[in-house]
């Protein structure tokens, strides 16, 4: 990691996670708190099972950060906790690892880890905005949330009489990993918010997908291939989008980037910094009803100027749907006898059934 920190960021005093969260992030946030208690039940099953095991194994097994230990990413995480006026500055750990990652972990007292691949990959304005994108998760309660999503998954296909498997599991899974990544987009709100420095931002991203070479990339192409990806190809495209996402937690670094352009764009970025923004004493009254307005404008948004082949096969109604669907069906049903023909003609007779 390299540069040193020199700009002065201004703080947000009492400032509510919902100030960066993603209105689809948030609803489904929203939904959890309201089950009063449910939290704390699965804080008291996390104890029960792995949550020591873990901050143990990484006490043992990586560098704690501190005054004496990576003093640099302790004065980049006091900073942050200073801007987004933390209650509590959770422990973070490097750990070993040429893979450039970060992650939240933990329930009752949640930490960070930072691999040092991602260390030597970022410069200490990069490494800010992933610190404050890591503490966006904490302070939100992503870790309890998750980890309380996937225990009930397990549970729910651990057991033969809980009426849930084969593609009724997978349905489920897609929608949570659906939220997880909507909670990424809201980390990197969070992130943009602790750095306050834009370009720093989108400069996470491009090495996040290039690697360290920035003198290859440019950040105005690398924002022209969310368009071009947005809106290239046909049905076949737009299917196989959804596939390629399927099971990922996070999104695209060139999709992360537009939607962190986006939320600039519009103005959200600049309303926190103006100071216009939730605080935590306003969490208990939140309008739910809001958060559900939020996020489904959100989703309208993007559903009506997506220019997705897919979506907008969506948009022109059932029968594009069922036009697009049936032209793929039939590319492939051609493809496939085109297959078998090859198979009849090289082998002088059917294949085997």
Not at 65 to 92: I, K, M, S, T
Not at 146 to 167: N, Q
Not at 313 to 335: H, Q
């Amino acid at each position: 990691m390299t540069e040193t920190p020199v700009l002065t960021r201004r703080p947000f005093p009492g400032i509510s996670s919902r100030a960066w969260e993603h209105p689809a992030d948030r609803i489904a946030l929203t939904a959890l708190r309201r089950l009063k208690g449910f939290d704390q039940i699965l804080k008291v099953l996390s104890g029960m099972l792995r949550e020591r095991q873990h901050r143990l194994l990484y006490l043992a097994s990586a560098a704690r950060v501190g005054p004496r230990q990576f003093a640099d990413l302790d004065a980049l995480l006091e900073d942050c906790v200073a801007v987004l006026d933390a209650p509590v500055e959770p422990e973070l750990f490097v750990l070993q690892s040429p893979t450039a990652n970060a992650y939240t972990i933990g329930m009752d007292q949640p930490f960070i880890v930072i691999t040092s691949g991602m260390y030597d990959l970022m410069s200490a304005e990069e490494m800010r905005f992933i610190i404050g994108h890591e503490l966006g998760h904490a302070l939100s309660g992503h870790a309890v949330y998750r980890t309380m999503l996937m225990h009930l998954m397990r549970l729910a296909s651990s057991f033969g009489f809980i009426p849930i498997g084969g593609w009724a599991l997978r349905a489920i899974v897609a929608a949570l990993m659906e939220w997880q990544r909507k909670s990424e987009l809201s980390g990197d709100r969070a992130g943009l918010l602790c750095s306050q420095d834009f370009d720093a931002a989108i400069r996470v991203q491009l090495k996040l997908a290039g690697g360290g070479r920035l003198d290859k990339m440019d950040s105005q192409a690398f924002l022209a291939q969310a368009r071009e990806y947005d809106r290239t190809g046909d049905m076949r495209d737009g299917l196989l989008k959804l596939l390629n996402l399927e099971l990922r937690t996070h999104p695209f670094s060139v999709l992360r980037a537009a939607a962190l352009t986006q939320w600039v764009d519009s103005g959200g970025y600049g309303a926190v910094l103006g100071g216009d923004y939730p605080r935590r004493v306003e969490d208990e009254s939140a309008s739910w009803s809001d958060d559900v307005g939020a996020a489904a404008r959100t989703y309208r948004d993007g559903f009506d100027q997506s220019e997705d082949p897919l979506v907008r096969g969506l948009r022109d109604g059932v029968s594009g749907v069922v036009d697009g669907v049936g032209r793929v069906a039939t590319n492939a049903a051609d493809s496939f006898g085109r297959k078998v023909a090859g198979w009849r003609r090289a082998n002088g007779g059917p294949p085997e059934s």
